[in-house]
């Protein structure tokens, strides 16, 4: 259905992934720029390198389509008035791109009438893709290999599931979570899209993210990949995102899951949520 556009955005992620990898086989210097949140955080040569490469193709190629990406300044009004958007994270993971740690992505997703319909994550150090389209499945690809479908598990016991969190935006909350839950394992991963996709190829079950800092650019391509899995995206009191709003931050944080244990997280989290002070933010309307 989209073969095209996941062609194109195959190939200007991979583009993107050579600039990336020249930049980390070098030494990287990191500047802090004020994100939309109105906190700082770091951003390389190799951030604005790559977002340049993934935003010139896409308009060239999808002239009529409208562009987010983190890198660039938005322009809700003129992203709005599209019926189809591009939602780009050209590095996610920059922390750990800086720290040499290996585990950052390039996310690039297709977002029509607000629902994400085309994910593409690329783990350039690992050289592993991951890529789907709404209603066609979940597949990746590890170091050239032949493309594999993608399921996520069907573990509803949370003391047989593996949960991943941030490497490099600990949590208090976190620890809070590990124990209520007593899940047989933890992991400790950077990237979003990286962690997802953990959980889309079944050696992760949850992924929790309690921050209201991320973005839509950091969820876009990483949803359709893991509801595409069987899995599920929502906010930590169960609101799926929307991509037609002008607010791009994740305002609720992140709950990822294998899609069987989504509600039980949800109920599980509900109490804890309430006892760390973390409440519902205000509501986000869609346009």
């Not at 720029?33 to 999808?62: C, M, Q, Y």
């Not at 987010?68 to 019926?83: A, C, I, V, W």
């Not at 509600?263 to 933010?281: C, H, M, S, W």
């Amino acid at each position: 259905m989209l073969e095209t556009e996941l062609e194109a955005a195959i190939d200007l992620a991979r583009t993107a992934s050579e600039t990336i990898l020249d930049h980390y086989s070098r030494e990287i210097f990191a500047e802090q720029k004020l994100g939309v949140d109105e906190h700082f955080e770091p951003v390389t040569a190799a951030d604005r390198e790559a977002s340049r490469i993934i935003v010139d193709g896409l308009k060239t190629a999808f002239p009529q389509d409208a562009i987010l990406s983190e890198e660039e300044t938005d322009n809700p009004t003129e992203r709005l008035s599209k019926k189809r958007v591009w939602i780009i994270d050209p590095i996610d993971g920059t922390a750990g791109f800086v720290k040499k740690d290996g585990d950052f992505s390039v996310q690039i997703g297709l977002a029509e009438n607000g629902e994400p319909v085309l994910g593409v994550v690329l783990l350039p150090f690992h050289r592993t893709l991951y890529y789907a389209v709404k209603g066609e499945g979940a597949f990746a690809t590890f170091d050239g290999s032949k493309p594999e479908a993608l399921r996520a598990s069907d573990r509803a016991a949370f003391d047989e599931m593996t949960l991943a969190f941030s490497r490099n935006h600990p949590s208090k909350g976190i620890t809070a979570i590990i124990a209520a839950f007593r899940f047989a394992d933890a992991v400790q991963r950077g990237s979003i899209g990286l962690k997802i996709g953990l959980i889309s190829e079944k050696k992760a079950d949850i992924y929790v993210h309690l921050s209201p800092r991320t973005k839509l650019w950091d969820t876009c391509a990483p949803q359709v990949l893991l509801e595409e899995a069987g899995g599920r995206l929502t906010d930590l009191f169960g609101e799926t995102y929307r991509y037609n709003i002008s607010d791009v931050q994740n305002h609720g944080g992140i709950v990822a899951t294998n899609g069987v244990a989504h509600d039980a997280v949800l109920e599980k989290l509900r109490p804890i949520l309430n006892e760390i002070g973390r409440l519902k933010t205000r509501s986000r309307s869609v346009n």
